[in-house]
């Protein structure tokens, strides 16, 4: 890990003016993704500004009877939240589906919503990789890629994002609020937030240098049953294949969005039209123009096969 400096931010917009200042500086939290990339030298932060003391930790209705939930929740408290289980299901869910206790005990939102990739090719330093390091090339493509994405991908890159939680929150209709560094705020729809790669696949989201996160907010709860059902090899501590967050109503609409297959959450909502009619239907409006490799094509037999399980749950 190579030599970086710190400080201690005293506000949110502070902080933010800090990162934009600094070229090289990033914030820090849970620091349970960007410490494992500083180990591996993919992220060479050379100053660190520290917001865990910035009282973004708490979990509060909105007046529109939502829900705004503080960048600094860590995933447990989050998850263990009694109106999240009550009225957000999905997302406690979601949540319980990813890592581990003792790194859910850490994560925080904001950073949930922030992780990396987990592409081979994107931590091994010795391979070409855009995501790493622009114009430098894609190994993935050509390469093993059983775990990367069937939709969404570019020439540049076909990793996918690995989160639990942002396809929840994606299901949801979550907003993601923000401060810069000259103290201006703005709600981002969390379908928005996260780019697709194009031709610069090292930038991940929508944020400008130094925006931070403060807070997401849900809506009103909606009416439905709440399902996260995520297919991976081995029980625990992997990422998704293939992970629906979905919400149906007894009259079979609802809400669906898939993990595991996209650089971001995905979601079509002219799919979920589709719903009534069954997965096989969803599936294909939702994949139409999926671009599997070899290796990755059994995605989108298993993104139907799942989403059958998740309907079939719902009429339980």
């Given at each position: 890990m190579?030599?970086?400096?710190?400080e201690?931010?005293?506000?949110?917009?502070?902080a933010a003016?800090?990162?934009?200042?600094?070229?090289g500086a990033?914030?820090?939290?849970g620091?349970t993704?960007?410490?494992?990339l500083?180990?591996l030298?993919i992220?060479?932060?050379?100053?660190?500004?520290d917001?865990?003391?910035l009282?973004?930790?708490?979990?509060?209705?909105?007046g529109?009877g939502?829900?705004?939930?503080g960048?600094?929740?860590?995933?447990?408290?989050?998850?263990?939240?009694?109106r999240?289980?009550?009225?957000?299901?999905?997302?406690?869910?979601?949540?319980?589906a990813?890592?581990?206790?003792?790194?859910?005990?850490?994560?925080?939102?904001?950073?949930n919503?922030?992780?990396?990739?987990?592409?081979?090719?994107?931590?091994?330093?010795?391979?070409?990789?855009?995501?790493?390091?622009?114009?430098?090339?894609?190994?993935?493509i050509?390469?093993?890629?059983r775990?990367?994405?069937?939709?969404g991908?570019?020439?540049?890159c076909?990793?996918?994002?690995?989160?639990d939680?942002?396809v929840a929150?994606r299901?949801?209709?979550?907003?993601?609020?923000t401060?810069?560094?000259?103290?201006?705020t703005?709600?981002?729809?969390?379908?928005?937030?996260?780019?697709l790669?194009?031709?610069?696949?090292d930038?991940?989201t929508?944020?400008?240098?130094g925006?931070l996160?403060?807070a997401?907010t849900l809506?009103?709860?909606?009416?439905?049953?709440?399902?996260?059902?995520k297919?991976r090899?081995?029980?625990?501590y992997?990422?998704?294949?293939?992970?629906?967050?979905a919400i149906?109503?007894?009259?079979?609409s609802g809400?669906?969005a898939i993990g595991?297959?996209a650089?971001?959450p995905w979601?079509?909502e002219?799919?979920?039209?589709q719903?009534?009619?069954?997965a096989?239907?969803?599936t294909?409006t939702?994949?139409?123009?999926?671009?599997?490799?070899?290796d990755?094509?059994?995605?989108?037999?298993?993104?139907e096969?799942?989403?059958?399980a998740?309907l079939?749950?719902?009429?339980?």
């Amino acid at each position: 890990m190579r030599a970086f400096s710190y400080e201690r931010a005293t506000s949110p917009a502070q902080a933010a003016a800090a990162v934009a200042s600094r070229p090289g500086a990033r914030f820090i939290a849970g620091g349970t993704n960007l410490l494992d990339l500083m180990k591996l030298e993919i992220e060479t932060p050379t100053h660190l500004v520290d917001i865990g003391e910035l009282g973004l930790n708490r979990v509060e209705r909105t007046g529109d009877g939502g829900l705004r939930i503080g960048a600094l929740v860590s995933n447990t408290d989050l998850a263990s939240n009694d109106r999240v289980r009550r009225d957000y299901g999905v997302l406690t869910r979601a949540i319980v589906a990813g890592a581990s206790g003792q790194l859910r005990n850490k994560a925080t939102t904001a950073g949930n919503l922030l992780q990396r990739t987990r592409c081979p090719y994107f931590y091994d330093t010795d391979q070409a990789c855009n995501k790493r390091r622009a114009g430098s090339g894609c190994a993935a493509i050509g390469g093993y890629s059983r775990q990367l994405a069937v939709i969404g991908t570019s020439d540049h890159c076909i990793a996918t994002y690995p989160g639990d939680m942002a396809v929840a929150l994606r299901v949801l209709d979550a907003k993601v609020e923000t401060v810069d560094a000259a103290g201006a705020t703005r709600a981002i729809p969390v379908g928005e937030f996260h780019r697709l790669p194009g031709d610069r696949p090292d930038v991940d989201t929508v944020l400008t240098p130094g925006e931070l996160i403060t807070a997401v907010t849900l809506p009103r709860p909606v009416s439905g049953t709440h399902v996260y059902r995520k297919v991976r090899d081995r029980a625990s501590y992997a990422f998704a294949l293939v992970s629906v967050a979905a919400i149906v109503r007894r009259d079979g609409s609802g809400q669906i969005a898939i993990g595991g297959i996209a650089p971001r959450p995905w979601r079509i909502e002219a799919a979920e039209a589709q719903l009534p009619k069954g997965a096989k239907a969803v599936t294909t409006t939702l994949l139409a123009d999926a671009r599997p490799t070899a290796d990755n094509a059994f995605k989108i037999p298993l993104v139907e096969r799942t989403l059958a399980a998740v309907l079939a749950e719902t009429k339980g």
